[in-house]
């Protein structure tokens, strides 16, 4: 059995990236002839012809689109582990590094991890960007350095790490008749309530899990963030619900109580894209990121 030519690897991942024979050609420092009979040497290799005319341009096809991500990966991976060893000085680090991430876990989390950061690096800015959605675009073209919140559907060559679980709890001023007593379903259902919702959404998990016990909450408003639910439910009689973990200091003088129906925790994981895998500082980065989510 003829092993594979391992070198078409770059080629392959650089001409799906492209999308074009010249184009290709140019990155690799080749002629379009050259690159035609590279594209030709893989297509036999594959058994796929990869790229195919489409008026003026080439468009790849099914098994092209499978394998982009997949020479992608192997080709990083590969670079990787050629890449001599770098010794990272964290006193000498200057770059800004920018989150993606809910208000949340910025007024949670980003005190500790800035304390941490100055310490060892103070020279290494973090800006938090606001979380609009779950685009990965950003990630791909390395805008965001890291993503942190709940993973949903991703890209598949992105990296996952999970930080920590959450769960969602009920929290209430002090003083107010939800903070004395057991609070069963027919208490909190009974109370006027603050929805989070990005998109509006005035029902979610709480509600089904009250609709499957016949019970049903009020919703007098509706808001786009646990900051200000908190805020308004430190204010009044409003019960708001919110995840434990994410909102503890912000309870600070809040009476907290477990939601008395059953809703799914949340885990809650970091994201990159595979190009940062290897970087030293993305890796420090990463490691801080991480310790700081597991104290308490």
């Not at 949340?104 to 100055?118: D, T």
């Not at 885990?267 to 989510?293: F, G, Y």
Request: glycine share 8%; net charge positive; charged share 25%.
């Amino acid at each position: 059995m003829v092993s594979p030519d391992l070198n078409l690897l770059v080629a392959l991942d650089i001409l799906l990236t492209e999308g074009s024979v010249a184009r290709a050609a140019s990155r690799l420092h080749l002629s379009p002839s050259a690159m035609s009979r590279t594209l030709a040497r893989l297509r036999e290799a594959t058994g796929d012809p990869l790229l195919v005319r489409a008026g003026r341009g080439l468009v790849p096809t099914p098994h092209a689109q499978e394998l982009q991500q997949q020479a992608g990966r192997v080709v990083q991976d590969a670079e990787a582990l050629l890449r001599p060893a770098k010794l990272l000085n964290l006193s000498g680090l200057a770059r800004t590094f920018t989150l993606r991430t809910n208000e949340s876990f910025v007024e949670e989390f980003a005190p500790r991890l800035v304390a941490r950061i100055e310490a060892e690096a103070p020279g290494v800015r973090l800006r938090f960007a606001p979380k609009f959605d779950k685009d990965v675009t950003s990630l791909r073209e390395a805008a965001i350095d890291l993503e942190i919140g709940v993973a949903g559907q991703t890209g598949p060559e992105m990296r996952i790490q999970a930080l920590f679980r959450d769960r969602f709890i009920g929290a209430v001023r002090s003083g107010h008749p939800l903070s004395e007593g057991v609070v069963t379903p027919e208490r909190y259902a009974a109370g006027r309530h603050i929805s989070v919702s990005r998109r509006g959404r005035e029902k979610g998990p709480i509600d089904e899990a009250l609709e499957r016990l016949g019970l049903q909450r009020t919703v007098v408003c509706m808001v786009s963030g646990f900051s200000a639910t908190l805020a308004m439910a430190r204010a009044s009689d409003l019960i708001a619900s919110v995840p434990e973990r994410h909102t503890e200091g912000a309870r600070t003088g809040m009476h907290s109580f477990p939601l008395p129906v059953a809703t799914v925790g949340v885990t809650i994981s970091m994201l990159w894209h595979p190009r940062l895998d290897a970087d030293p500082a993305q890796r420090w980065l990463r490691d801080c990121v991480r310790e700081v989510c597991a104290a308490r």
